[in-house]
């Protein structure tokens, strides 16, 4: 008996599917017909003083590859993490 992926189940609804992905270009309205790089991790250390180490993040080469491939680049942080992204 298919009993489901734990918060994955809407991935496999199309019209979930479809509608989330037109709310994701309303709020990313540079993304429309743009490849679309997500970095989203988790943080590091404990939640109360969650971190990432930005400084691990090559942003220039990020940056030549978003140019290369036409693409836009969103960052979407740890909620725990609450130093912005540099």
């Known amino acids: 008996m298919p009993t489901g992926i734990p918060r994955m ?3 496999f609804d199309e019209g979930a599917r479809a509608a989330g992905r037109e709310a994701a270009l ?4 540079a993304a429309r017909g ?3 790089i997500l970095f989203a991790p988790t943080f590091r ?3 109360r003083t969650a971190t990432y ?3 691990s993040i090559d942003f220039a080469a990020l940056h ?3 140019v290369a ?5 969103i960052f979407k ?3 725990f993490v609450r130093e912005p992204v540099p």
């Open 34 to 36: 743009r490849m679309t």
């Open 26 to 29: 309303a709020a990313f309205p």
């Open 77 to 79: 942080m740890h909620p």
């Open 64 to 66: 030549a590859l978003a």
């Open 53 to 55: 180490p930005h400084d």
């Open 45 to 47: 250390g404990d939640p």
């Open 69 to 73: 491939r036409d693409a836009v680049v």
């Open 9 to 11: 189940d809407r991935f």
